[in-house]
């Protein structure tokens, strides 16, 4: 079970878009529909922004959206704001009652 | 609402037992997975293993051989043992509820965390 692969950095300016990648296997991202991806600003617990791949939980903007081909997942933010500087990783489901997190993604907004 | 709290020792020699605890308040701990979650100073989260409330649990194969996770529904808390610990094991470790259920999943809730050091 290796760790799921994503960007070590991206950056952006204010009210532009960017998208993260995860990349996983076909034992992982390419098998099952359970990509969530998590915010975490220093110092702070991780935060539930998308779940099965697309779907936003209550109270997550709908600047963020989630999607998925084959064996990579993405995370897009939209109208970036300051607000949304943070470190994001991708997790899914491995099979066999496991799940794999990537190793995160380090965002500054310019 | 359901909030999370993770509770133990700071500190751990090496080669002995991590022992943390999660305590669940505001809502039940009844019919979901709750998982235990780390972080190494700097780096990124690794699953560690889950327990479903009726006690069946799940590890990560590269833990598995030194973890155990139990359940104390009637106190509704949930528990870590992580064993012969070296400085590899230090991190800040957080509790979380998952809402798998084949056919939604995501780790929805989490604990603050609570940050333990190997050393002598």
Known sequence: QSALTQPASVSGSPGQSITISCTGTSSDVGSYNFVSWYQQHPGKAPKLMIYDGSKRPSGVSNRFS????????????????????????????????????????????? | QLQLQESGPGLVKPSETLSLTCTVSGGSISSYFWSWIRQPPGEGLEWIGNIYYSGSTSYNPSLKSRVTISVHSSKKQ????????TAADTAMYYCARDVFDWSSDGFDIWGQGTMVTVSS
């Open chain 1, 66 to 110: 989630g999607s998925k081909s084959g064996n990579t997942a993405s995370l897009t933010i939209y109208g970036l704001q300051a607000e949304d500087e943070a470190d994001y990783y991708c997790c899914s489901y491995a099979g066999l009652s496991t799940w794999v997190f990537g190793g995160g993604t380090k965002l500054t907004v310019l």
């Open chain 2, 78 to 85: 949930f528990s870590l043992r992580l064993s012969s610990v």
